[in-house]
Nanobody
Framework: QVQVVESGGGLVQAGGSLRLSCAAS????????MGWFRQPPGKEREFVAAISRGGLKTYYADSVKGRFTISRDNAKNTVYLQMNSLKPEDTAVYYCAGALAIPGRIVLQENEYRYWGQGTQVTVSS
């Protein structure tokens, strides 16, 4: 079992940057594909980015491609989301999630993620 805890959210002006971190417990972190999702105010949760177990493969939602970067450090049991050129529409609660996966696989479907954090609020002011 894996427990994940997000951190790094906050208030930032449009055009600014934030780096979210997701710390995971357990000795099998490297067995999990990881993903970031977000839930804007009044909307459903949506996919943001995903990374394979080893970190060599990544995938992004079109809305964040070129601005966000997902990465992981398996030695530290941590996955990151570097967010640059932030826009007001990026305002949301951001969630980290983990899914058991074979090496090299990207997990895109929300219902395949078994372990979820509590979320961290990101607010981008205009």
């Amino acid at each position: 079992q894996v427990q994940v805890v997000e951190s790094g959210g906050g208030l930032v002006q449009a055009g600014g940057s934030l780096r979210l971190s997701c710390a995971a417990s357990g000795r099998t972190f490297s067995s999990y594909a990881m993903g970031w999702f977000r839930q804007p105010p009044g909307k459903e949760r949506e996919f943001v980015a995903a990374i394979s177990r080893g970190g060599l493969k990544t995938y992004y939602a079109d809305s964040v491609k070129g601005r966000f970067t997902i990465s992981r450090d398996n030695a530290k049991n941590t996955v990151y989301l570097q967010m640059n050129s932030l826009k007001p529409e990026d305002t949301a609660v951001y969630y980290c999630a983990g899914a058991l996966a074979i090496p090299g696989r990207i997990v895109l479907q929300e219902n395949e993620y078994r372990y979820w954090g509590q979320g961290t609020q990101v607010t981008v002011s205009s």
